[in-house]
């Protein structure tokens, strides 16, 4: 089955089964690594992508379910040289550790501004919460998150 997308404002096209999942299709067949597989069931937030502009865990959705979307991956945040300021906030407050799980972060970050559920600390964990962290950079995360949230506001 042919499926049609828009990666990173790129129109492509891939053949596959109608059981793989948008996270297989993205990196076994478009190679775009930046994207993790984590758990492969949903519950670590590391596959997290932008759908038409909503976060997605991309392991559990197939791709087939996602014919003509506009999908955003890490890979399409930073503009040439110049890096999204969610991707600049995590660098300056060193909000990755084993970066595993950074990838689905800052998409959930980037998502969590746009839907601005950036009041105040308990509420960007809340709505980061989809998103686990195992070396525990929790709060570096949330600094990253609310000081990319006032760049943005910018």
């Known amino acids: 089955m042919e499926v049609a997308l828009s990666v990173n404002g790129q129109p492509r ?3 596959l089964e109608p059981r793989v999942t948008l996270l297989d299709a993205l ?3 478009l190679g775009l690594t930046g994207t993790k597989k984590g758990c492969d069931r949903g519950e670590c937030g590391a596959c997290t992508v932008l759908v038409d502009g909503e976060r997605v865990k991309s392991c559990l959705t197939l791709a087939v379910m996602r ?3 506009e999908v955003t991956t890490v890979e ?3 503009r040439g040289e110049e890096l999204h300021p969610v ?8 909000a990755f550790q084993c970066g595993a799980c950074t990838p689905g972060q800052i998409m959930s970050a980037v998502a969590c501004i746009d839907e601005g559920h950036t009041g105040s600390e308990a509420e960007i964990r809340e709505w980061m919460s989809g998103n ?4 525990a950079a929790y709060q570096n995360i949330v600094a990253a998150v609310a000081d990319a949230a006032k760049e943005v506001r910018r």
């Open 13 to 15: 096209k891939v053949v």
């Open 27 to 29: 990196r076994e067949r």
């Open 67 to 69: 014919q003509g979307a």
């Open 76 to 78: 399409g945040l930073a």
């Open 87 to 94: 991707q600049e906030a995590f660098i300056r407050h060193d």
């Open 132 to 135: 686990l962290c195992r070396c």
